[in-house]
């Protein structure tokens, strides 16, 4: 658990701006299929988290001990492939799994095993990448994601071919949200058509990353009240989010409805997690459902 003081001497670096924003923003209530939505998919997340996800069997249903990924367990999804992504800017596991009840196929990345010491240790490099003219995008996470590219892209492409007419579906919590971010804009770029959904997502490159990431269609990026972890790295390093947030209001432990998740637009906003002005770390643990309970 991070101290109250190093909580508090990062406030200074992550507290925002305050400055006329350049347009009027006004938050927006989700749907009720929005809301189902998030909750499948932060529970594939979840399911990231889960030993028995990772260093199983393939062919094995995807399971979560801490029984934070009921729908998904309902649905009989079944794991097709896993994958260990860890280097020194993270230990990310993920899998890939196929759910037949929502013809699915689902590229989950997990978050840190330890997200407060993953916290305090944050690396702030840039490196220029090729998903866009002047992207530039974290080092570290650019280079998991890199080390395991080529056989999770033959993975997602004989799934697609097992599975005719199945939406994929990319999706990740922390650590694991920003390479699915990078991963799946990669993907993208190959060819795939993809969903992308992120919880907790850290600020992954520069406004040009951030600005193309806008430009994509079904991005979901979810952030929950003051988490820390969206606001870092700080923007004075660089680092832009993509518009639009979609951020959950209730408190930890309380499942939201759909006026407790508002769609904010505006690269960069400080209309929703990053106007908070103290950062949290339990805010991070909660996404809908206690999302890194099996870590």
């Known amino acids: 658990m991070l101290s109250f003081a190093y909580l508090g001497a990062l406030v200074a670096v992550v507290a925002p701006v305050i400055a006329a924003p350049t347009s009027i923003l006004i938050p927006r209530d989700i749907s009720s299929d929005v809301l189902s939505e998030l909750t499948l998919f932060a529970e594939y997340s979840a399911a990231a988290y889960c030993t028995s996800n990772f260093g199983g069997s393939n062919g094995a249903d995807v399971t979560c001990s801490a029984g934070n990924c009921p729908e998904v367990q309902s649905a009989g999804a079944t794991l097709l492939y896993e994958f260990d992504l860890s280097n020194d800017f993270g230990d990310t596991t993920g899998y890939l799994a196929v759910d037949n009840t929502n013809q699915l196929i689902v590229l989950a990345f997990r978050g840190s095993s330890d997200i407060s010491n993953w916290v305090a240790n944050l690396d702030y490099d840039l490196t220029d990448v090729d998903l866009c003219d002047g992207c530039q995008a974290h080092s570290g996470w650019w280079s998991a994601w890199g ?15 097992t599975y005719p007419g199945y939406k994929l579906v990319v999706t990740g919590h922390s650590l694991g949200g920003a390479i699915a971010a990078l991963g799946g804009s990669a993907l993208r770029n190959a060819g795939y058509q993809l969903d992308l959904y992120t919880y907790g997502q850290p600020r992954v490159g520069n406004k040009a990353l951030a600005e193309y990431l806008t430009n994509q269609a079904d991005y979901w990026r979810v952030t929950h009240e003051n988490d820390i972890v969206p606001r870092l790295p700080p923007e004075s390093f660089g680092f832009s989010h993509a518009s639009p947030e979609f951020w959950i209001t209730s408190d930890n432990g309380v499942t939201p409805t759909t006026s407790d998740v508002q769609e904010i637009e505006g690269i960069d906003s400080n209309a929703g997690n990053t106007g908070e002005a103290i950062p949290s770390i339990d805010a991070h643990k909660f996404y809908i459902i206690a999302i890194s309970a099996c870590s």
């Open 147 to 161: 080390s395991g590219a080529n056989d999770i892209t033959a993975q997602v492409q004989s799934a697609q071919s």
